[in-house]
């Protein structure tokens, strides 16, 4: 999720915490807690300072490691021990299971956006991408900012989020129930149909799918659950060659290949150089790819310049490409 509607999660879990009587009767630990609740609930999110160095370092590690199960240990254990050093005379096993909390369900809301997390990391590296719910949901963000303006206006905190997340709660299923839908349909459309990647748009009834099949790759729109199909591309193997081979090299292209599991990609040929280019399929916004990997490699095989990331005109790119990413 993004991270204002983490931060309101954060809020929200401070005001659960009232439920716990412990909580409910020590003024000084229901405010650790809301600081716990609040600072867990962002904390796996703190790899983004990965970008100052570059895109290939942030698009490989971001919602990797920090989000894995051992981190999720690890950040409640910390930030609790962090503010309990501050406040010690609260209760460390109250503040911890609270601020624990908040680091799971920041890990667990995340698992179902199309970008998804290496949650199980270190069983697998898998990356986790349901592609159910919008990584910013104004339904989901709305329902916990009317939360804590009711709690302002003298609503019973527990009472007030009880109610905040059994609808939460409900609209995760209906949302599921929607991709299943969607996956049901393209599969009677395409019976061969290996892998459906479905991406949830800010409006309720749009959602963008990439469809793999054996030889083929499609991209479409659902909406209302009508599926048209925008694009088709033929589904090529990667070329044995050295000049692949040198392309995979690099770490823009690395990392790419790591985090997108539908791609196509192509090369163009200058005087001087080729451009080996990989496109993800899962992103179409307005009739462009926007999360693309480039390399420029010279006759010599070397690498001149390279560039991965989110971009959304050619030049911008090529701006990006003039810079040396290396």
């Known amino acids: 999720m993004d991270t204002g509607t983490h931060i309101t999660m954060g809020v929200a879990l401070g005001g659960l915490a009232t439920l716990d009587p412990a909580v409910q009767s020590d003024p000084l630990l229901?405010?650790?807690?809301m600081v716990g609740t609040i600072a867990g609930s962002h904390a796996p999110d703190f790899d983004t300072i990965l970008k100052l160095k570059n895109n290939a370092v942030y698009i490989r590690h971001h919602r990797g490691a920090t989000h894995s199960i051992p981190a999720?240990?690890?950040?409640?254990?910390?930030?609790?021990?962090?503010i309990h050093a501050v406040v010690p005379s609260v209760s460390f096993l109250h503040l911890w299971a609270w601020t624990a909390?908040?680091?799971?369900?920041?890990?667990?809301?995340?698992?179902?956006?199309?970008?998804?997390?290496?949650?199980?990391?270190?069983?697998?590296?898998?990356?986790?991408?349901?592609?159910f719910i919008n990584t910013f949901d104004p339904y989901i963000f709305g329902l916990h900012v009317a939360g804590i303006f009711a709690w302002l206006l003298g609503a019973n905190p527990a009472y007030t989020w009880i109610i905040v997340y059994v609808v939460v709660f409900m609209y995760y299923i209906k949302r599921y129930i929607e991709k299943r839908e969607i996956a049901k349909k393209i599969h009677e459309y395409y019976p061969d149909?290996?892998?459906?990647?479905?991406?949830?748009?800010?409006?309720?009834?749009?959602?963008?799918?990439?469809?793999?099949?054996?030889?083929?790759?499609?991209?479409?729109?659902?909406e209302h659950g009508h599926i048209?199909?925008?694009?088709?591309?033929?589904?090529?193997?990667?070329?044995?060659?050295?000049?692949?081979?040198?392309?995979?090299?690099?770490?823009n292209i690395a990392a790419f290949l790591s985090f997108s599991p539908v791609y196509r990609w192509e090369l163009s040929y200058y005087d001087d150089f080729t451009e080996v280019r990989f496109?993800?399929?899962?992103?179409?916004?307005?009739?462009?790819?926007?999360?693309?990997?480039?390399?420029?490699?010279?006759?010599?095989?070397?690498?001149?310049?390279?560039?991965?990331?989110?971009?959304?005109?050619e030049q911008k790119l090529q701006n990006k490409l003039g810079i040396d990413n290396i």
Request: net charge negative; proline share 5%.
């Open 101 to 131: 909390l908040a680091v799971i369900i920041h890990v667990l809301v995340d698992i179902p956006n199309a970008y998804g997390t290496q949650a199980f990391r270190p069983f697998s590296n898998r990356w986790v991408a349901y592609g």
């Open 30 to 33: 229901f405010n650790a807690v």
């Open 193 to 222: 149909t290996v892998e459906i990647a479905t991406s949830p748009t800010i409006k309720q009834n749009y959602w963008r799918v990439a469809i793999t099949t054996p030889d083929k790759f499609y991209v479409g729109a659902v």
């Open 279 to 313: 496109i993800d399929l899962r992103y179409r916004s307005d009739e462009y790819y926007p999360f693309v990997a480039v390399v420029q490699i010279d006759d010599n095989m070397r690498i001149m310049t390279s560039y991965t990331g989110w971009i959304f005109s």
């Open 228 to 251: 048209e199909i925008i694009d088709e591309f033929n589904k090529v193997p990667l070329p044995d060659d050295e000049l692949m081979h040198k392309a995979k090299e690099d770490k």
């Open 72 to 82: 999720v240990i690890a950040w409640g254990i910390l930030l609790a021990g962090i």
